[in-house]
């Protein structure tokens, strides 16, 4: 746990946490954390709280594991993930949460981990591409990707994988057009688009 | 010494003997009719599941041990010199190891683009190494700057370059230099030239022309350039990502390239794309390895997605003038070319093929190549094609028009390639080439087909060898050290080996990506596949071989009698002894049996030496938003002997969707005044996604081609060739006007109705002339 940060937020990323951390990033300066009740005017006085810029110790839970690590409170998700824990199957590509190479799920929810801070995602269950399915036990998706050829080059990959695996659970019988509505956060480069809608049909056919 | 053999070529219902000379190891390339049990059978990539779940290491996700971060300060101004670059308040910031510039490095004191390598900074964290980077004081001298070529090509434009570079050069034909022949020589040649064949479209039935342009389009690969350097002993390891392991490792050990390491291994197991901008070290490979060895640690230096879109390479523009003279019988009797386009900061590269694919008659073709201030371009999926026939096909549907002959008709009475008139028929049948549509009427939405052919070449060649190893436990092993960009050469490599060891898939173990293995080509001119994949086959024989001496030794049969197929030894023409190939092994009294085999330098003959290919293209816009939706292309391809239909076909869909995308979206925006390039990114640089994906309908053709022992022709490039053309070739359908620029974006399609509109209400203009 972020020893500071008695305030985590319940609903994903929001608005304010992102360009908290665009900023904080940006000036590799401290984070200030306005407490919530202040945002709702529910108390009269509180000082925002400033975190860093000096590494404070961060554990998450990834993939049903503890991890932890000492990391600036501006370090992205993202950053966090691939630098200080070493779990590398989220990508990173663009930084700036236009291409979803980045995708993990949080709480079950899909975010791209380049565009929130490490710290909000304390108390929360974080998947990534590795909590999907092993080598030796791979995911129904998984595999019809591998059947499908849903991959080229790769590196998008593991973005599409996590963003179909939410895809499905929302709605295991997804539509054609569904199914491209739920990849538009997510850029391929080499071309398996057609691929891969054919790898989340052939999972959906087959029953959720 | 060579050998004569016999061999059937062709496909379809065309087929014919050919006696050809194979290198006398060579192996008999697979015949119609021979039983095979994985090449031609779709099979699924052995490096899948490493991709899908998260377990594939690339460049970017390696750390060695105390591995520290570098980055890169660029230069912000459009044009400038180095005058100095103060180091020292950056050498103080906490976690800086290194800090190298690249005047120093490169001797190079210009920073001729925004986005010009300046300085690079190894550090503890990225965050300490981008601190160091804003600490670093630059001084410029700033000079005026052009990074259009029309502005490069105007009367007194600023020089981009230095010394006596001008802004434009012809580049083909080449000017030339020394003693052969003078400039004057040449000058003389082309105004004849431009005469005659200014006289033959003369003095044709019809002459259509036209203007087309096209934009610059980056590779945007998603993994970005650079890599993970690493000094052990003096050895200089490298985690690259890279399409060519073995220039990138000859650019760190040679004397040129500023590392002059003694020795360098390159590991390049995944790449994260590289579409043809991944061939060199490039000023970011050279800055990590001396960053590394300046810091005494591990650096890691990829780019970030700005420093990949300004500076790791791009697809030139174009500018081509086209004139072409046609006769009433559909025979093209002559064209005129001018094309201009600019690759940066230099001048070569810059050519469109637009004189390619159809017999165009007699041809006066000149190219220009115009400096900007602009990032260099790299040779991108088939450089020069998808801008050549953009304007091509344009012009071949204008013609076919005036003259008053069906789209396809004019395109097969001016094309020979045997394949390709095949295609055409599949490609009209599949599109429903004569369905009736809304075209051009006062309909909110019209509907067009569009149709265009791909070239290519690429039957692959010397400069690759494998080793197979077969071990005493029944263990099969090959190995290349080429790499796999995504293509599924690793695969298929597996799979020359496996058939020709009659072994399952899963029995042959694969390695690529490795400089210390047998020396591979690289991922250039689609020659991947049609290079690795006979040195493979012939080791795999080769070592086939010496397992069944051994066999025919111990059990006192006669080894030209045995074969492997079904995982068991066979007696040729009987069937299986009923020994396996895990028994066959363990007669061996060695450990293993090794065989490392080159690839035969020189091809022999065949059916084809070019890849043809055919692409139409079903489109759908909305003349009240200027949207254009592409709805389905047809893809007929072909690729010599298709060894694994599966990868073939995502080849094919890759290709069409990077021509889509290039026919619709994607370009970079340059600010003329700033002289920056405005969509360094992934927000407002713009590919194509999921939404915009149309249907793709791929027909591949299998050839057995000959030239080499499996027979293969590489797809990588071929399927971009044609897509951007037919997509606008069927939006001018649609809408009854020509489309002249790519990209096709909703505001040149409204300018282009209203014209339609506004040229209607005037007496009919001349045909044929630009709307």
């Known amino acids: 746990m972020v020893s500071k940060n008695k305030n985590p937020e319940k609903d994903g990323v929001s608005r304010r946490s992102f360009l908290q951390g665009a900023g904080a990033a940006a000036a590799a300066a401290g984070v200030a954390r306005i407490p919530e009740t202040v945002i709702a005017g529910q108390n009269g006085v509180a000082t925002p709280e400033v975190l860093g810029p000096e590494a404070e110790s961060i554990l998450l839970k990834v993939n049903g594991a503890d991890k932890k690590a000492s990391a600036p409170p501006s370090t992205t998700l993202l950053d966090f993930l691939r630098n200080d824990v070493g779990v590398t199957g989220p990508k990173r590509v663009c930084d700036r949460g236009s291409c979803g190479a980045c995708t993990v799920l949080l709480d079950g929810q899909v975010v791209d981990s380049c565009s929130m801070l490490a710290i909000d995602a304390v108390g929360k269950e974080i998947t990534t591409v590795e909590g999907i399915g092993t080598p030796d036990n791979l995911s129904r998706l998984q595999k019809a990707f591998i059947e499908k050829d849903a991959l080229q080059c790769g590196f998008c990959t593991p973005g599409m994988v996590v963003s179909c695996t939410a895809l499905l659970e929302e709605n295991p019988k997804p539509s054609r057009n569904q199914i491209r509505e739920g990849l538009s956060g997510n850029l391929c480069r080499c071309g398996t688009y057609q691929n891969i809608i054919e790898a989340v049909e052939h999972v959906s056919r087959k029953g959720g | ?771």
């Not at chain 2, 180095?82 to 290194?98: E, T």
């Open chain 2, 1 to 771: 010494m060579p050998k004569e053999i016999q061999i059937k070529v062709g496909f379809g219902d065309q087929f014919r003997d050919l006696t050809v000379r194979i290198q006398d190891d060579d192996v008999k390339p697979w015949q119609p009719g021979d039983r095979l049990s994985l090449i031609g059978q779709s099979t699924p990539r052995v490096d899948a599941v490493a991709k899908v779940t998260g377990t594939a290491n690339y460049s970017y996700d390696q750390k060695p041990k105390g591995m520290i971060y570098g980055k890169i300060l660029r230069s912000p101004h459009g044009n400038a010199d180095i005058v100095s670059i103060d180091i020292d308040k950056a050498k103080k910031m906490p976690g800086v190891r290194a800090i190298l510039t690249t005047p120093e490095i490169f001797e190079d004191e210009s920073a001729r683009y925004a986005g010009a390598e300046v300085a690079a900074v190894a550090a503890d964290t990225e965050m300490q190494a981008e601190a160091a980077l804003r600490a670093i004081e630059v001084e410029y001298d700033i000079k005026p700057h052009c990074v259009t070529v029309e502005d490069a090509r105007k009367e007194g434009a600023p020089q981009v370059g230095r010394g006596e570079q001008v802004n434009v050069a012809r580049i083909s034909p080449r000017q030339r230099r020394g003693r052969r022949g003078s400039n004057s020589d040449m000058d003389e040649r082309l105004a004849r030239q431009e005469a005659a064949v200014g006289k033959v479209i003369q003095d044709s039935d019809v002459v259509v022309e036209g203007e087309f342009s096209t934009q610059v389009q980056t590779h945007a690969p998603l993994e970005t350039h650079g890599s993970v350097c690493s000094w052990e002993d003096g050895r200089l390891i490298c985690w690259a990502s890279s399409q060519a392991t073995f220039g990138f490792r000859n650019e760190l050990t040679s004397n040129w390239g500023g590392v002059r390491a003694k020795s360098c291994q390159i590991l390049s197991e995944y790449v994260g794309g590289g579409f043809g901008s991944k061939f060199s070290a490039g000023r970011e490979g050279v800055l990590g390895a001396l960053l590394a060895k300046e810091a005494g640690v591990p650096v890691h230096l990829l780019l970030d997605r700005s420093g990949e879109q300004l500076s790791a390479g791009n697809r030139p523009d174009s500018v081509q003038q086209m004139k072409m003279g046609v006769n009433k019988d559909g025979v093209i009797q002559g064209t005129r070319i001018r094309s201009w386009g600019t690759p940066g900061t230099g001048t070569g590269g810059a050519g469109a093929h637009n004189d390619g694919i159809y017999n165009i008659g007699e041809v006066d073709k000149i190219e220009y190549g115009v400096r900007t201030n602009t990032g260099g371009a790299e040779a991108h999926r088939a450089p020069g094609w998808p801008q050549g026939a953009f304007a091509l096909e344009q012009m071949m549907d204008m013609a076919a028009d005036e003259i008053g002959m069906d789209r396809v008709e004019f395109r097969k009475k001016n094309d020979e390639h045997p394949i390709r008139k095949v295609e055409y028929d599949i490609a009209k049948d599949r599109i429903k080439w004569n369905r009736s549509l809304t075209r051009n009427g006062g309909a909110e939405t019209c509907q067009g087909l569009g149709i265009a052919s791909n070239l290519w070449f690429s039957a692959g060649g010397g400069g690759a060898s494998a080793l197979v190893r077969i071990t005493k436990d029944g263990q099969v092993e090959v190995r290349n050290g080429a790499q796999d960009i995504g293509t599924g050469t690793r695969t298929v490599m597996g799979m020359v080996v496996a058939e020709e060891l009659g072994l399952e898939m899963n029995q042959v173990a694969t390695r690529i990506g490795n400089t210390d293995d047998p020396q591979g080509p690289a991922s250039g001119g689609s020659t991947t596949i049609g290079t690795v994949t006979p040195a493979a086959r012939l080791a795999a024989y080769h070592a086939k071989k010496e397992l069944m001496e051994i066999v025919a030794d111990r059990k006192g049969w006669d080894a030209s009698e045995l074969d492997l197929k079904d995982q068991e030894v066979w007696r040729i023409g009987e069937g299986s002894t009923g020994m396996t190939f895990e028994s066959a092994c363990a007669l061996m009294d060695d450990d293993a049996i090794e065989v490392l085999k080159g690839r035969p330098r020189r091809n022999y003959e065949g059916f084809s030496d070019t890849n043809a290919g055919v692409q139409a293209a079903h489109v759908e816009v909305n003349q009240a938003t200027g949207a254009v939706k592409v709805l389905k292309v047809v893809a007929v391809a072909d690729a010599g002997k298709i060894l694994n239909p599966l990868t073939s076909e995502s080849q094919v869909r890759g290709g069409v969707i990077q021509g889509v995308s290039f026919a619709l979206f994607e370009r970079r925006i340059m600010d003329r005044q700033k002289g920056r390039m405005l969509n360094d990114d992934f927000e407002n640089y713009k590919i194509l996604g999921s939404m915009d994906c149309p249907e793709i309908d791929v027909v591949l053709l299998d050839v057995y081609n000959g030239k080499s022992n499996t027979q293969v022709m590489g797809l990588g490039e071929p399927p971009i060739v044609a897509t951007a053309a037919a997509v606008a070739n069927a939006v001018s359908d649609a809408l009854g006007v020509r489309m002249y620029d790519l990209p096709i974006t909703p505001k040149k399609v409204l300018e282009a109705i209203a014209k339609r509109d506004a040229a209607k209400e005037v007496p009919a203009q001349k045909k044929g002339e630009r709307l």
